[in-house]
């Protein structure tokens, strides 16, 4: 592998790991594992533990993916391995 | 009206307007058949793929299981939706890239082996059949629960319909018909949702209602997830907002088998190969997940305020009280309509005429009832399937509500078998026709053999819906360890470990799937025949109390495990295989649709 695309595959995943560390924490982390001391903190009605568990962890994931989809766009045209 | 003729009128209406668009979307060339031609806008191919990714349990069964489980059916919730950030960032752009028509044909080339293929094409249709079978049942018992046909003719109307648009229309009519499919089944979740919410909380948002107030009855101004909490746990159930699932591990890797499973299921993946180019297909997991979401963060509120509801009906007033129980006499027309059906039972225990539902279970509790004359609990079947279908009858919503429902239950059926049957059609048809028996197929006698695959597929399920084997009950376990323990680390590996090679990828799957189905058939018997559970006496969840269910993940780690250290101890892969990885890698020279 020629060492400009070693360097694309290295910033992808660089940006995959962070992205995925905040996809492990929102769910598994804020949603179960810290769940009970969360949920000391209300939202509304509800404590923010189940809150993550049950909406927040779904809106987080549906910003990684556009975060991820828009920064893969401008590292494609970066390193020049865009299509057309 | 009365409730038939405006079903008939809906479900009429939304079928006819199926066969219209599979009429319009007729596929004329392989390309069109498997892929759509991969002409599809990614917003489009986003609500195509909620369509497919939302099933009958989706829709009708989630609810419920938020209802009963209450917090602990997170696991469902973050399980069916955080698959799709993996799928995102780790396998839609690659195989888009690689652009080819089916999972098998991807695992078949990167690891340079038929084999692997064959092995990757049995663990798909075990998979898809498992999965279709559910919703074929899902088919027959709404039409029989609503328009008063038999469960079989239920049936036999539900395969026609996907007859006409899968076989004609192949991906193409599939995906514009999931199109159509999705708006009904939205509007009809949501709508109920709304009017629910707006009664109990003045919120007309459900997922606000979720965390607001109450605003009518003598609690006005509570929390309504406080309300909850003190109804269920003043008849001794666990309380909603923290009750969890088997334990906390089994529900971190509950979840894990989920998202994994959900990544790895095939005709979830095949449809990100319909889109133009790689950047469509990050873009298009993103859309699926927005459209997927609006159902998904609507049902907590669904689940918890349906669970609310029907708690309310049967205890009207504090417990203890003899009136506060409600007469028998005097229960509301849903309750004796869905007893009818037999998902919903009671018994009269004490002979007092009126409706005692608690947690008999619950030592505390079972001491306080005795105490007030109650002899156990009389609700002795609540099923979480009536809780979404029953939701607007309970509302007290118009007709024309329930009959959205029923044509919204249908769609996410219908969708999903779809999806699913095109999996399986094009794995026998494009993998094991032209990839294995006869490689020199005219591209017209493929599309040939993919129709008739397809009407075989649809036969197949259409026989097991009517003849339901044993095994059929336990669909989400083989369907989703399947996908989790074989085809999601295999895709993985090929993309983002070059060293992985033939023999590793075998093994990989082979004992990955292993260890989940010896799990799950450990207890339950094999293929679920009683008799057969060569473990009988141990405990479902022996291993760190996980559940059968939740034991995908364990799988996907032995598969990974297994395949590295294969690799490492066999041949590395030839030099042209290891290009082809790097050249996935890179979205630059990602063509239309190509077959070689």
Known sequence: MDSKAAQYWKANLRLLISLLVIWFVVSYGFGIMFADALNAIRIGGVGLGFWFAQQGSIYVFIVLIFFYAARMNALDREFDVHED | ?596
Request: hydrophobic residues 50%; proline residues 4%; contains cysteine.
């Open chain 2, 1 to 596: 009206m009365d409730l038939n003729t405006i079903t008939y009128i809906v479900v009429g209406a939304t079928f006819l307007l199926y066969i219209g668009i599979a009429i319009w979307a007729r596929a004329g060339t392989t390309g069109e058949f498997y892929v759509a031609g991969k002409g599809v806008h990614p917003v489009a191919n986003g609500m195509a793929t909620a369509a497919d990714w939302m099933s009958a349990a989706s829709f009708i069964s989630m609810a419920g299981l938020i209802a009963f489980n209450g917090y602990g059916a997170s696991v469902f919730l973050m399980g069916w939706t955080g698959g799709y950030v993996l799928l995102a960032l780790l396998l839609a752009p690659y195989l888009r890239k690689f652009g080819k028509f089916t999972v098998p044909e991807f695992i078949g080339e990167r690891f340079y082996s038929q084999t692997a293929r064959l092995v990757a094409v049995i663990c798909l249709i075990l998979a898809s059949v498992t999965y279709v079978i559910g919703q074929m049942k899902g088919i027959g018992v709404a039409f029989s629960r609503f328009l008063e046909t038999s469960y079989e003719q239920g049936l036999f109307i539900g395969m026609g319909i996907v007859f006409v648009y899968a076989v004609l229309g192949g991906m193409k009519g599939i995906t514009y018909t999931q199109i159509a499919q999705y708006v009904v089944l939205i509007f009809a979740y949501t709508i109920p949702a709304v009017f629910i919410s707006m009664n109990l909380t003045g919120n007309p948002i459900p997922q606000l209602g979720l965390i607001g107030e109450m605003t009518t009855g003598p609690h006005a101004g509570m929390d309504m997830m406080a309300r909850l909490d003190q109804v269920v746990t003043d008849l001794g159930f666990a309380q909603y907002s923290e009750q969890v699932m088997g334990s906390k591990l089994n529900m971190f890797v509950y979840t894990l088998s989920l998202m994994i499973g959900t990544a790895g299921l095939p005709h979830v993946i095949i449809r990100f190969f319909t889109v133009p180019k790689v950047k469509d297909a990050r873009s298009s997991a993103g859309w699926a997940l927005v459209f997927i979401a609006i159902l998904y963060t609507t049902a907590p509120a669904v689940g918890s305020m349906a669970r609310l509801n029907l708690m309310n009906t049967i205890q009207t007033g504090p417990v203890g009280e003899m009136t506060a129980n409600i007469e028998y006499a005097k229960v509301p027309d849903w309750f004796r309509k869905w007893e009818a059906t037999g998902l919903l039972k009671y018994e009269d225990k004490n002979g007092d005429g009126r409706i005692q539902y608690y947690n008999e279970k619950n030592a505390d509790m079972a001491k306080k009832a005795e105490s007030y004359g109650w002899k156990g609990n009389e609700m002795v079947k609540v099923d979480n399937d009536i809780m979404v279908l029953a939701n607007p009858e309970i509302a007290g919503l118009p007709n024309w509500v329930i009959a959205i429902v029923v044509a919204g239950g249908l769609a996410a059926a219908l969708s999903t078998a779809a999806g699913l049957l095109l999996a399986i059609a094009s794995a026998v048809s494009h993998d094991v026709i032209k990839g294995m028996i006869n490689p020199d197929i005219s591209e017209k006698s493929e599309l040939l053999a993919s129709r008739l695959s397809m009407i075989g597929a649809i036969a197949l399920a259409g026989y097991f819906g009517l003849h339901p084997p044993g095994f059929a009950a336990g669909t989400v376990a083989i369907a989703f360890g399947l996908a989790a323990s074989s085809i999601f680390p295999v895709l993985m590996m090929g993309i983002f470990n070059k060293k992985v090679n033939r023999a590793g990828a075998i093994w990989g799957m082979i004992s990955g799937i292993g260890i989940t189905m010896l799990y799950v058939f450990q207890h339950k018997g094999i293929f679920f025949i009683p008799g057969t559970a060569f473990l009988g006496d141990m405990k479902p969840d022996w291993f760190f109390g996980i559940s059968p269910n939740a034991f995908g993940a364990v799988g996907a780690v032995v598969n990974f495990v297994v395949a590295i250290a294969v690799s490492k101890v066999t041949a590395e892969p030839p030099e042209h295989i290891q290009h082809l990885v790097e050249d996935i890698r890179v979205p630059k020279g990602a063509g239309a649709a190509t077959d070689h």
